[in-house]
């Protein structure tokens, strides 16, 4: 028995129970129709409100649903479950519900924004100190700016308000299912459907799933060192690091060379006794604010679309060019010196204010990577360098953890050989999905969001990946072949082997991003590729709208963009605006502080 949970009213379910019962049975007349027994033919679409804890009834599901076509129903009768409610399950839920779908979010806490939430539990979420690398103006969803108030990088905890407010404005909370751990999603190969099992609850039933909790930020992932199990002292992934006095006094090592690793490190200056950063990668530095203005306001549409377009040509070339921008930023605000291991630096920059000053000045030391225990709180570097550290703090990413999905369906198993062998691997699981998104075995039901990752901002890579997701689904576009599917994720997994070959640290979300914002934006209909191209209705969209075209090639490149023309996805009446005042603050910010 399984149970199918709904929130809307009972009359006009019971009114559309009723239309439907007419409908199924001119189609069927020699079949018994009943709402509580026998063959049902409406599971996954409407059905009586209950009084259990999802609002269900249970109905029984010996039925063939084989001979039902999706194509003839509306989106409000297909039922689709959104896993996880942090941010890319709030957009997911929100352009699901945008298109008319039946869509329910679950989500294992007692509220939603995910990380961007301090918790003291054993879960990565945001500390106090929290500021965020993206500006706001390139880090917001595209049909839902940032209040004004809130400065260019936001704190943890105003990002988190800001999701808050983003379900209130779009009317999500009648649709989410808060304190819902599930334990499994398994997918039933008679009926085509899929049932979620929920600790104590009653199995529910769906048609498509999205899961949205990312395979990125799974299971931390923690090397493995020699003689590790003789270490004396506290060994902590940054998945629990929350209160930086916890460890004052302490000698501390953090491993890693990202983003984490230098917040972490930063926070302990001032409280922690000696502070190691150990790591065997190099990095591009740079500050939040370059020439007065936030950094990721260079990158423009333009230069996207050019260097990508170079990149597909050249991409060796276009690495290195890249890197040599990269490193005129971070030399023009920062002085770097060599005993620090910058060099070779790793593809994605690391943004800090402070890490730079706190090595100049002795609070942070720069050191090789951490090679082995040597007994008690001793340790070894890789250049046979031995220190004393009280506690070793792993900023070394995480593992993809699909534990919950049928194994049939799980896309980071089994990795090919290659990618095992690749020496950027360090223990990180590679997705087999269509860009990162779309399940092999069934894209028509089975997607996921959290798996990209180039240099943009996460919550607007979230939303092209929704909308795409949603035309997808609702019919309105259409994928390749699976022949062309599988191919194209071989050869996407080649490419990112390669990239891991010659890199000592390399991220599986990692995508050639040119292609793929071109593809979910032809996905989703955004309009984007048309009137931003160079096709004719490009140039007949620059001839009638020079200014606002400059301004959307050449301005800051804001979400907003996304939804300005007209196409599949809703447009949102209030983009070209936002994208004209959003510029027009920045131009008289930058003005100011010149003059």
């Known amino acids: 028995m399984v149970t199918f949970s709904h929130t809307k009213p009972r009359a006009h379910l019971l009114s559309k129970v009723s239309l439907e019962v007419g409908i199924i049975r001119r189609r069927a007349s020699s079949q018994a129709i009943s709402l509580f027994h026998g063959p049902v033919w409406l599971i996954g679409r409407s059905l009586i409100q209950n009084v259990t804890d999802f609002g269900c009834t249970t109905v029984n599901t010996n039925c063939d649903f084989s001979a039902l076509s999706w194509s003839k129903w509306k989106m409000e009768d297909v039922k689709v479950a959104v896993i996880g409610l942090g941010a890319a399950g709030l957009v997911a839920l929100k352009n699901l519900k945008e298109e008319g779908f039946d869509v329910t979010g679950f989500e294992r806490n007692s509220y939603i924004g995910g ?61 989410m299912k808060l304190d819902c751990p599930i334990e499994q999603i398994v997918f039933n190969d008679d009926q085509q459907k899929w049932i979620i099992k929920i600790r104590d609850q009653p199995d529910i039933c769906f048609d498509k799933i999205l899961i949205a909790i990312g395979g990125m930020v799974g299971l931390p992932n923690m090397p493995t060192i020699e003689n590790m199990d003789k270490f004396e002292g506290e060994s902590i992934h940054t998945k629990t690091f929350k209160r930086p006095s916890d460890f004052a006094g302490k000698r501390v090592m953090v491993v890693g060379f990202g983003n984490s690793a230098a917040d972490t490190a930063t926070q ?70 060599p005993e620090w291991g910058f060099e070779p630096a790793q593809k994605v920059p690391l943004v800090s204010d402070t890490l730079v000053d706190y090595l100049e000045s002795g609070d942070i030391e720069s050191t090789k990577g951490l090679r082995r225990v040597i007994n008690g709180t001793a340790v070894e570097l890789d250049d046979g360098r031995r220190v004393e550290v009280d506690v070793i703090i792993w900023s070394t990413g995480y593992k993809a953890n699909f534990s919950m999905i049928d194994p049939r369906f799980d896309p980071s198993a089994p990795p090919p050989d290659a990618w095992t062998k690749a020496r950027g691997l360090n223990g990180k699981s590679l997705f087999r999905l269509w860009h990162n998104v779309f399940s092999l075995e069934k894209p028509e039901s089975l997607a996921f969001i959290g798996n990209v990752h180039f240099a943009a901002g996460g919550f607007m890579i979230f939303d092209m990946a929704a909308m795409a997701i949603a035309q997808v689904w609702k019919g309105a576009s259409a994928l390749p072949p699976r022949a062309q599917l599988v191919h194209e994720v071989e050869k996407h997994h080649a490419w990112v082997v390669d990239q891991a070959s010659r890199q000592s640290n390399f991220s599986p979300g990692n995508v050639e991003a040119g292609n793929w914002t071109r593809t979910m934006n032809d996905l989703g209909g955004t309009g984007v590729n048309e009137f931003l191209g ?62």
């Not at 260019?152 to 905890?157: C, I, K, M």
């Not at 409280?271 to 423009?300: E, F, K, M, S, W």
């Not at 605006?577 to 131009?587: F, G, K």
Request: charged share 25%; hydrophobic share 40%.
């Open 115 to 175: 990380l961007w939430k301090y918790s003291e539990d054993d879960q990565t979420s945001v500390l106090d100190t929290t500021v965020v690398n993206i500006s706001k103006e390139r880090g917001c969803f595209s049909d839902f700016p940032y209040p004004d108030s809130v400065s260019s990088h936001p704190t943890g905890a105003q990002v988190h308000d800001y999701l808050l407010s983003y379900a209130k404005h779009f009317d999500l909370m009648p649709y």
């Open 268 to 337: 302990l200056v001032g409280i922690a006794d000696t502070i190691y950063l150990a790591h065997r990668n190099g990095a591009r530095v740079l500050p939040r604010i370059v020439d007065g203005r936030p950094a990721d306001h260079t990158q423009t549409w333009r230069l996207f679309t050019a260097f990508n377009f170079v990149m597909r040509l050249f991409p060796i070339w276009g690495e290195k060019t890249f890197d040599k921008l990269l490193k005129s930023v971070q030399d023009k605000n920062f002085k770097v010196r």
């Open 534 to 595: 160079y096709g004719w209705k490009g140039w007949w969209f620059w001839a009638r709208n020079m200014r606002f075209c400059h301004l959307l090639m050449d301005g800051i490149w804001t979400p907003h963009i996304f939804r300005v023309f007209d196409g599949k996805r809703k447009k949102w009446e209030g983009a070209k605006e936002a994208i004209e005042t959003v510029n027009a603050v920045i131009a008289k910010r930058k003005k100011a502080k010149t003059s």
